[in-house]
Structure formats: C-alpha cells, structure tokens
C-alpha cells in the first residue's frame, strides 16, 4: 500500500507547478478589455490554487498520523480502533 503522504507531497507539487503556469500566464504584454478579464479569471484560478496548497497542508499532520496508525495496527486493549480503507 502506498503511503499516503506520499500522495499529498505529490499533490503539494501539483499545486505549486499550477501557481508557477498561472503567474506565468498573467505575464501577457497586451492592452485591452479581454486582456483584463483574462487577468481576473487567472487570478481567481490562482487564489483557488493558493486556496487548494492551504488544505493539502491542512492535512498533512492528520494524514501522517492515520499512515503512522495505519503501520502500526490495532493496539492493545478494549476500544482499540482498526483503520480499514
């Protein structure tokens, strides 16, 4: 089973590379009402991205948590939980 920090690493990736296209598609040298609409949308892409790196770190602690439970197993004692996907 792959270790699911290792998907949110790659997911944390995928994020930044989209932040670097959209900062670097605003880069346009043309002057004109579709040129500022284009501006708007690809900022709005870009605070949704900002948006997306904020609850793929969110998660990381919990999910680094649940892999280190997931290792482990089931512990001793009455209440003990198993973590089942």
């Known amino acids: 089973m792959q270790r699911t920090g290792l998907l949110l690493a ?3 990736d995928d994020v930044e590379a989209a932040r670097r296209a959209l900062a670097h598609a605003q880069q ?3 002057v004109s ?3 500022d609409l284009y501006r708007a949308a690809l900022a709005d892409a870009a605070a949704a991205a900002t948006a997306a790196r904020a ?3 969110a998660a990381v602690l919990p999910v680094a948590a649940l892999d280190l439970a997931v290792v482990r197993g089931p ?3 009455p209440g003990t939980r ?3 996907w």
């Open 28 to 30: 346009v040298p043309w």
């Open 10 to 12: 790659q997911a944390l």
């Open 33 to 35: 009402a579709s040129a």
């Open 82 to 84: 198993t973590w089942t």
């Open 75 to 77: 512990g001793p004692g």
């Open 55 to 57: 609850g793929v770190e």
